[in-house]
């Protein structure tokens, strides 16, 4: 067993360094095996938690869709968001194509503004549906990127459902998305427990959370995605008062 979760594992190290020969090779070989296996279990973890939060808002879109097939307009905006789960889906699962093969994700073009806002209309059935009142402000303003609509959406998607669990009982998410000085920003701001400053300060560190059923990859997914991109992410909390968070990414310069 052990031998084939090295195989496995091989396929996504760096290439092999010279073999040494002796017990201290051989020990250092295990100790970069359990570093390699470590890694290889939380690249899967994080890979779950993302499948499971896409099939999670395509349960919710086809039970919408049956509830509505006796109104053509409510079932053709159900299937929209059923569709648009499945898209983002299939992205995921390309993603990880891409990384066990070895390839570097490319850096699609995306309107930022554009990606989010087909985001949003995937989840505002299911937020109406859970109490959460939702805003949006959008300046409208282009806000052409790099990075491909998937991956921008999945930070949102994120972002909304972590917000989503904040607020068991309903209450308000405001979202803003706004493009000035060459960056694009969006706010995600909810009312719902918030946290201390302990937790706050753990609050991206994968695997870390205070939920019973978490998984504590949300916000690190996240910060992760946010970093490659090229942008920031803050997050302010209080208890009782609800959490902001701000992800700042950069704009492609203009032709």
Not at 11 to 40: C, H, K, M, N, Q
Not at 239 to 249: A, D, K, Y
Request: aromatic share 2%; hydrophobic share 45%; with cysteine.
């Amino acid at each position: 067993m052990r031998r084939r979760h090295a195989r496995a594992v091989q396929r996504f190290t760096a290439s092999p360094r010279p073999a040494r020969a002796g017990a201290a090779a051989a020990e250092a070989g295990d100790v970069a095996l359990d570093a390699a296996l470590t890694a290889l279990g939380r690249a899967v973890s994080q890979v779950a938690h993302e499948l499971r939060n896409g099939l999670w808002n395509l349960d919710l879109a086809l039970r919408a869709l049956d509830e509505a097939l006796d109104e053509p307009a409510r079932a053709r905006a159900h299937l929209a968001e059923a569709v648009g789960a499945a898209a983002r889906l299939r992205a995921l699962a390309g993603n990880v194509l891409a990384i066990a093969r070895g390839r570097r994700l490319a850096p699609d073009p995306v309107d930022f503004r554009v990606a989010c806002r087909e985001a949003l209309d995937g989840v505002a059935c299911f937020l109406r549906g859970a109490g959460i009142e939702l805003t949006v402000r959008d300046d409208g303003r282009p806000a052409p990127g790099r990075g491909g609509a998937a991956r921008v959406q999945q930070v949102l998607l994120n972002l909304v459902l972590n917000a989503l669990e904040a607020m068991p009982t309903g209450g308000r998410l405001a979202i803003r998305l706004a493009t000035r000085g060459g960056r694009f920003t969006l706010t995600v701001r909810d009312t719902g427990r918030g946290m201390d400053r302990a937790t706050l300060a753990r609050a991206t560190e994968p695997f870390f959370t205070t939920r019973p059923n978490g998984t504590g990859l949300g916000l690190a997914i996240v910060q992760d995605t946010v970093t490659a991109l090229g942008g920031d992410l803050e997050l302010a909390s209080r208890p009782g008062r609800g959490t902001r968070v701000r992800v700042t990414l950069p704009l492609s310069p203009t032709p």
